[in-house]
């Protein structure tokens, strides 16, 4: 089959080669996916550069990349038939393992390939695994966000922009984002946020006290807690919590006084290591948001297999707004 893969770490244009390698067969309890989008995400990009893996590369090649969309073509034993033919997303395709989603074809325990509604993109599905999973716990984890203020970090990246709709969706009284040029800010008011805030040329605390009449937000779901620890604490409410899943560094210090006399809370998942409850939760609320056709997708780019490394750049480098998925087959 042909896939994408990487010997070495490294840049992606030094690294990543694209050729033939041996076709997986599915083993009891798997379900084998012919693959027809690949999506790339921050973390393939990292894993690829040797800055963060789970997967430490030697001898053995590694396929990049956790999420696809595709069709089940083949089950182990264990697995009912019936599955043969189902369109699917999958998560944790290279969480932990040498094969992931940039092939024509991945093999997955079942419960890893998810039923995708039939009116349902490939090209969105491939946008699943990471991006929605996460904003979908980030907002339904600990209570939820119903009749509550939210602030949502980065509402224009692949997890904010999710992140927005599900706390609108979820019942949020207000949902407030933060974005860093103006064609950012209109993809998160598309997404449904109330407002929305320019932090390279607005005073963010101010303008979130502003807008919430002095009260602050209930919760923050945040991508970068070092950068905003403090305009956070400045700007949640008594009792708060922050949810987060993104760092840009390993050290996240927080200022004792100001977190202590808020009650805060802060909540630090990450989607790779969810629960099967809480997976499971958060699948259920996808799917019934997909069938009612509830969602909006931002898919920025779509690259052939054969263009690979382009896709890591632009994901490497900010080029786009939105996701950047790779057509497989």
């Known amino acids: 089959m042909r896939a994408a893969y990487y010997d070495k770490t490294g840049p992606a244009n030094e690294v990543l080669q ?22 790339v995400n921050p973390s393939d990009v990292k894993s690829r550069r040797g800055r963060r893996t789970s997967n430490p590369v030697g001898a053995a090649r590694m396929i990049p990349h956790s999420d696809a969309s595709g069709v089940i073509d083949a089950v182990g034993d264990g697995v009912p038939k019936s599955r043969v033919g189902e369109r699917v997303w999958t998560w944790n395709g290279a969480w932990r393992r040498m094969a992931g989603t940039a092939a024509e074809f991945i093999v997955l325990p079942s419960a890893q390939a998810v039923r995708m509604p039939e009116d349902m993109s490939m090209e969105a599905g491939a946008c699943f695994g990471i991006p929605a999973l996460t904003a979908c716990h980030a907002v339904i984890v600990d209570g939820g966000v119903a009749g509550t203020r939210v602030l949502v970090a980065g509402g224009a990246g692949a997890v904010g922009h999710y992140a927005i709709q599900f706390a609108k969706l979820g019942g949020a009284r207000q949902v407030i984002t933060t974005v860093s040029g103006p064609d950012k800010a209109a993809a998160a008011k598309a997404a449904g946020a109330d407002v929305v805030i320019n932090y390279k040329t607005e005073n963010v605390a101010e303008r979130v006290m502003a807008e919430t009449g002095g009260h602050g937000v209930d919760r923050i779901i945040e991508v970068d807690t070092p950068a905003n620890i403090v305009t956070d ?6 009792d708060g919590i922050i949810v987060v899943y993104g760092s840009s560094a390993d050290d996240v210090p927080v200022p004792f006084f100001p977190a202590i006399l808020k009650n805060l809370r802060m ?9 099967a409850e809480a997976r499971e939760r958060a699948e259920g609320t996808l799917l019934g948001l997909l069938e009612r056709g509830a969602l909006v997708h931002n898919v920025a780019a779509r690259v052939p297999l054969e263009r690979i490394v382009e896709a890591h750049e632009m994901v490497e480098q900010g080029k786009v707004i939105g996701n950047v998925v790779v057509k497989v087959s």
Not at 19 to 32: F, L, N, Y
Not at 267 to 275: D, G, K, M, P, S
């Open 18 to 39: 694209v050729g033939e390698v041996p076709t997986p067969t599915a083993g009891p309890g798997e379900v084998r996916v012919k693959v027809q989008w690949s999506g």
């Open 233 to 238: 604490l400045n700007v949640l409410a008594d």
């Open 267 to 275: 909540r630090f998942f990450a989607v790779y290591t969810l629960t």
